[in-house]
């Protein structure tokens, strides 16, 4: 079982602090650094210092980090233009030496949307399918050919389809829990899908659901990876566990039923649960960027259990 750190620096972080943290991802062992993609916290946070842009950070990352692979759970498709995305992704891949990888979604949250100004459109899934579309068509284009796009919401005339990421492919990563729509897009363009807050059950449903939709589109479905993303609250005691559910304000029993809550041994008996669900790799959401601690603790005592 693959294990990322996943941060959320909207509810509170400045760059430093996600340095810190990406740092200490590398030193322990991870496999890789993520982050979501939002410009206003949520829930009872305050959001200070102010939010961080993914993909600024990210670049920023891309130099002073060495291993970790680097990328986002989700990048919005409202906050930028493909075409645009497509240039900084690929350019964050070659700061970094090929280690980026895309997780693009539609975009949900309408109120950071009202607050710094961007459109929220209402055919979000269908501009996410143009997005998908513009952004792996620039990358695959030949240098030297050009690429043209015609869309609905989209179009481009004539472009160099430059530059080039670093490696042959960026991963693309699709995920939630639609029923349909979600898994086709998977199908078409993903090499990993996430399913994020979900409990075993839900999980195995929608990976049955987006191998369904693979098959159908003509893919093995073996060529994805499949994934999760669960906030974690790791503790070597119940005070402990407790002390950490305190500082990111959730109740613990709720984050027993849909976390990783508990001792090493409760969280990796949690984790077999997803891996016999179909998850070959778990994004834990570090919500108190502050305490590296936790980390050092999965990486020490679950980690070698889920060899």
Request: glycine share 10%; aromatic share 8%.
């Amino acid at each position: 079982m693959d294990l990322r750190v996943f941060t959320e620096p909207q509810q509170g972080a400045d760059y430093a602090t996600l340095l810190r943290v990406a740092k200490a991802t590398e030193d322990l062992g991870y496999s890789a650094f993520f982050r979501s993609d939002h410009y206003l916290h949520m829930g009872s946070a305050d959001g200070l210092p102010g939010p961080t842009d993914a993909w600024i950070t990210l670049a920023g990352l891309a130099r002073e980090t060495e291993r970790i692979r680097l990328g986002t759970l989700m990048t919005a498709g409202t906050f930028r233009l493909p075409g645009v995305l497509a240039i900084q992704v690929a350019q964050v891949d070659q700061m970094s030496g090929g280690r980026v990888e895309l997780g693009l979604g539609a975009g949900w949250y309408a109120e950071e949307h009202a607050a710094y100004g961007i459109p929220f459109p209402k055919e979000k899934l269908a501009r996410l399918e143009e997005q998908l579309e513009v952004v792996t068509g620039l990358w695959r284009t030949p240098v030297g050919e050009r690429f043209d796009y015609d869309g609905r919401f989209y179009q481009l005339s004539d472009s160099p389809a430059l530059p080039k990421p670093a490696q042959r492919k960026v991963p693309v990563l699709v995920g939630g829990l639609g029923a349909k729509r979600t898994p086709a897009l998977a199908a078409r363009f993903a090499d990993e899908f996430n399913v994020p807050f979900a409990l075993p059950g839900d999980t195995e449903r929608q990976f049955a659901r987006v191998r369904a939709a693979a098959e159908e589109a003509g893919r093995d479905p073996s060529e994805l990876v499949y994934s999760n993303a669960l906030v974690i609250c790791a503790g070597r005691s119940d005070a402990e566990v407790a002390r950490r559910a305190e500082a990111i304000r959730r109740d613990v029993d709720q984050l027993r039923e849909n976390g990783l809550c508990g001792s090493p041994g409760e969280i990796v008996e949690r984790i077999g649960r997803y891996r016999e669900a179909g998850s070959e790799r778990i994004y834990l959401q570090l919500l108190d960027l502050s305490d590296l601690d936790q980390l050092e603790l999965i990486a020490t005592e679950v980690r070698p259990q889920l060899d």
